[in-house]
C-alpha cells in the first residue's frame, strides 16, 4: 500500500513529501492545485524504491493556496495509488523569488512594482496595390514580458538576489497573495537587471533593483534539481557525532537535494 504525507516548511517556500511504498516497486508522485489538473511533481516521476519510504522536495507551489499530493505505485505491472492528501497551505508571508538550479536558497522579496505586461505577436504586413487591406501574417502571441521592481533592504539581500540571478537559469516568482495579481508561480527568464540606490546616501543599504522579465513555462517535470551524492542517515549521525545535533536541514544531505 502507497501512502503519501506532505509537510509544509514555510520560510523555505517548501512541501517535503514523504512516500512510503513497497520496496521494488516504482512511484510516481502527482499534484493538483486548488482541484485542477493533476500533474507529476519534479523529481517525483518513476522513482525506484529501493527502501520503504522516501522523500520529494516540491518547491514549485502556490502561496495560500490549497495543495493536494497522491502517489501512483506500480509493482509488477499493478497499479495502485494512494488518497489525495492536502498540504498545510504554504504561507512564507511576503512574495518570494528562487531560481530552480538552487531553490534552497529562494528569499522573501518586497515588491515595490511591476510595470504593465507585454504580449507580442510577430507580423509581416504586405501591402497589395489594388486592395485597401493589407495582407498580413501573424505569429502566435508570445508570452508576457514585463519588468518587476523589488527592494532589498541590506547589501546581504542584494548580494542574495543577484547571486540567484547569475547562472541565467530560469526563475520562479510566487506571488504571496495570487488572487490579487501574477498567477502563482509564475516561471520567468530575467534579462537586464538595474540595481541602484533608493536615496543618495553613503550609509543607506536600501537598493532598487529591476528586472526584465520574459514569462515562460516551467521545464518539464523530468528535469531534476540539481543534486549531489545521497548519504545514508547513518553517515550524517556520525557527521554529527549525536542525532541531537541534526537540524531541520539536514534531510537535504539523504534525499540529495
Known amino acids: 500500500?502507497?501512502?503519501?504525507?506532505?509537510?509544509?516548511?514555510?520560510?523555505?517556500?517548501?512541501?517535503?513529501?514523504?512516500?512510503?511504498?513497497?520496496?521494488?516497486?516504482?512511484?510516481?508522485?502527482?499534484?493538483?492545485?486548488?482541484?485542477?489538473?493533476?500533474?507529476?511533481?519534479?523529481?517525483?516521476?518513476?522513482?525506484?524504491?529501493?527502501?520503504?519510504?522516501?522523500?520529494?522536495?516540491?518547491?514549485?507551489?502556490?502561496?495560500?493556496?490549497?495543495?493536494?499530493?497522491?502517489?501512483?505505485?506500480?509493482?509488477?505491472?499493478?497499479?495502485?495509488?494512494?488518497?489525495?492528501?492536502?498540504?498545510?497551505?504554504?504561507?512564507?508571508?511576503?512574495?518570494?523569488?528562487?531560481?530552480?538550479?538552487?531553490?534552497?536558497?529562494?528569499?522573501?522579496?518586497?515588491?515595490?512594482?511591476?510595470?504593465?505586461?507585454?504580449?507580442?505577436?510577430?507580423?509581416?504586413?504586405?501591402?497589395?496595390?489594388?486592395?485597401?487591406?493589407?495582407?498580413?501574417?501573424?505569429?502566435?502571441?508570445?508570452?508576457?514580458?514585463?519588468?518587476?521592481?523589488?527592494v532589498t533592504e541590506t547589501i546581504s539581500e542584494r548580494d542574495q538576489l543577484l547571486g540567484l540571478l547569475a547562472t541565467g537559469q530560469v526563475c520562479m516568482f510566487s506571488q504571496w497573495q495570487p488572487e490579487i495579481g501574477w498567477p502563482s508561480p509564475t516561471f520567468v527568464t530575467v534579462g537586464q537587471v538595474q540595481v541602484g540606490r533608493i536615496v543618495q546616501f553613503s550609509r543607506q543599504e536600501d537598493r532598487r533593483v529591476t528586472m526584465d522579465l520574459t514569462e515562460v513555462l516551467a521545464p518539464p517535470a523530468f528535469w531534476r534539481y540539481p543534486t549531489q551524492e545521497a548519504q545514508t542517515w547513518q553517515q550524517v549521525k556520525d557527521t554529527y557525532a549525536a542525532w541531537q545535533g541534526i537540524t531541520n536541514q539536514t534531510w537535504r544531505q539523504v534525499v540529495s537535494v
Not at 499493478?78 to 498545510?88: G, K, P, Q, Y
Not at 508570452?143 to 521592481?149: E, N, W
Open 1 to 150: 500500500m502507497v501512502t503519501v504525507a506532505p509537510v509544509t516548511f514555510h520560510d523555505e517556500h517548501l512541501i517535503s513529501v514523504l512516500i512510503e511504498a513497497t520496496v521494488g516497486s516504482t512511484v510516481t508522485l502527482q499534484k493538483r492545485i486548488n482541484f485542477g489538473a493533476t500533474v507529476v511533481v519534479r523529481g517525483g516521476d518513476g522513482i525506484t524504491m529501493v527502501e520503504d519510504s522516501t522523500f520529494v522536495a516540491d518547491y514549485e507551489v502556490p502561496q495560500n493556496t490549497l495543495v493536494e499530493y497522491r502517489a501512483l505505485e506500480n509493482l509488477n505491472g499493478v497499479v495502485t495509488e494512494s488518497d489525495w492528501v492536502a498540504a498545510e497551505t504554504l504561507d512564507t508571508g511576503s512574495d518570494w523569488f528562487l531560481a530552480l538550479d538552487q531553490p534552497w536558497n529562494g528569499m522573501n522579496v518586497m515588491v515595490e512594482s511591476s510595470a504593465r505586461a507585454m504580449l507580442d505577436s510577430p507580423q509581416n504586413v504586405v501591402n497589395v496595390w489594388g486592395r485597401s487591406d493589407p495582407i498580413v501574417v501573424s505569429g502566435v502571441r508570445q508570452m508576457p514580458t514585463t519588468q518587476l521592481t523589488v
